[in-house]
């Protein structure tokens, strides 16, 4: 009972962070996760959420994508995957973690001193950002971050970046749960833990999407540098 409530609790934590900036769920999500179910479970557990919470969000806010931009990035994210599941043989996947961490640091550091990244006028910028992100999450699942900084140069709302990056995620978050149904990853206890854990999941995206429709653009960037920071220095652990 201790587990399921526990693992509840931190989907409820990791659903808030993701419905109200749009990402971030599974870096918050996952290292908790393996620590109190073990990566055999907490992987494939993860593999059911990350859907569910990007499906419902979308559900209400598919008007908002910028779809433009996101077909984009899902095309040159799947171009970039082979090369970073080469990369990962060359490159130890520590010294890549930590530096991105780094980076996601000194980013986040940049936008809270009031200072603003060029901005990108054109969609086509996608191809670029949304390759780097296969390269990245094809190496070392982290396929979120050059993403989130083109949303920022794109000058995306609050609603719109929530929006867009959830329809980004989707169709990657829907392939890896095939791919860990076909390994034979889903047990009885996933399906147990998931379901008990879904009334706070839809909670959260209620709540999430309160706060985010409610946020100033200048509170939402400085929150958004804030949790950039938290998610890097997260790397280092």
């Known amino acids: 009972m201790a587990e399921a409530l526990f693992t509840a609790l931190i989907f409820f934590g990791a659903t808030l962070i993701s419905s109200t900036f749009g990402f971030g769920s599974a870096l918050f999500a996952m290292p908790l996760l ?8 907490a992987t494939p557990l993860f593999g059911l959420v990350g859907p569910t919470i990007a499906s419902i969000i979308l559900l209400r806010n598919w ?4 779809v433009g931009s996101v077909w984009r990035l899902v095309l040159a994210t799947l171009a970039g995957i082979p090369v970073g599941i080469w990369l990962v043989t060359q490159v130890p996947s520590e010294i890549v973690t930590r530096l991105l961490g780094l980076f996601l640091i000194g980013f986040g550091l940049y936008r809270l001193g ?27 699942n ?4 050059p993403v989130v900084i083109y949303g920022e140069m794109r000058r995306w709302s609050p ?3 929530r929006a867009s ?9 829907l392939g890896i749960l095939g791919s860990h149904a076909l390994a034979g990853l889903w047990t009885e206890r996933i399906f147990q833990l998931y379901g008990l854990s879904l009334p706070g999941i839809l909670g959260a ?28 220095a997260m790397l280092w652990l």
């Open 34 to 41: 393996t620590l109190l179910l073990g990566i055999t479970t």
């Open 63 to 66: 008007r908002l994508v910028e």
């Open 114 to 140: 009031n200072l603003r990244l060029m901005k990108l006028d054109s969609a086509r910028w996608a191809a670029l950002f949304g390759f780097v992100a296969g390269v990245l999450g094809g190496a070392y």
């Open 142 to 145: 982290t396929n979120g971050p």
């Open 159 to 161: 609603s719109e970046f």
């Open 165 to 173: 990056l959830q329809s980004y995620f989707l169709p990657t978050g």
């Open 205 to 232: 995206i209620a709540i999430g999407g309160w706060i985010n429709h409610r946020l100033p653009i200048e509170r939402f960037q400085a929150l958004l540098s804030v949790l950039l920071m938290i998610l890097g």
